[in-house]
């Protein structure tokens, strides 16, 4: 994967199955890609190491590539030419012969920086989702408390003002009978 407008390292390993010794004298990666404007752009890049570079028979050697694509480019999948200039050591000679010129493919995914943008909006967007779900649920616990202090504070005033006002009336009978 790849985030555009940073700078990518592409690890190429050399594998010597030859007779005698290699050296890699050019190692390149071009890669073909889009613009979000839809125009298609070619561009090669090469190793930073310092060539020809030796490698002994039955050894490798890692090699880096580095890479920056533009912060325009179109985001999704792009193929990667990677091709390696080789050169076999000829030891009856005693001089270089140019030899194979091994290529692979690989495949890297660019990044859209919308999708950054998107995922962070989606985390705010949760996140405010349970903050309104918290204040709901709190809500509903202030209304249920409200009417619990109601109906806790409305029915004793009712019986209190039914016992008053019975008394009033049993003490207005007995005055009466008195």
Known sequence: MYNQGETGYLT??????????????ELTASVDYY????NIYL?????????PIEIQR?????????FSLPTNVAS???????????????????????SEHPSYWPTLYVESPYKQMLEDQTAISTNLQNQLQDLEA?????????????????????ILVAFVVLSIKA???RQAVA
Not at 58 to 66: F, K, T, W
Not at 84 to 95: D, G, M, P, R, Y
């Open 43 to 51: 561009q090669t890049f090469h190793t930073d190491l310092t060539t």
């Open 76 to 98: 999704g999948y792009i193929d990667l030419h990677v091709k390696a200039k080789t050169e076999l050591w000829n030891n009856h000679s005693e001089i270089w012969f140019a």
């Open 12 to 25: 190429v390993t050399i594998y010597n199955d030859k007779d005698d010794k290699i050296r890699v004298t």
């Open 171 to 173: 003490r207005a009978v």
């Open 138 to 158: 709190i809500n509903k616990n202030t209304t249920n408390m409200m009417y619990l202090l109601g109906i806790t504070t409305v029915i004793p005033t009712v």
């Open 35 to 38: 613009y979000d404007d839809g």
């Open 58 to 66: 039955g050894e490798s050697d890692s090699l880096q590539i580095p």
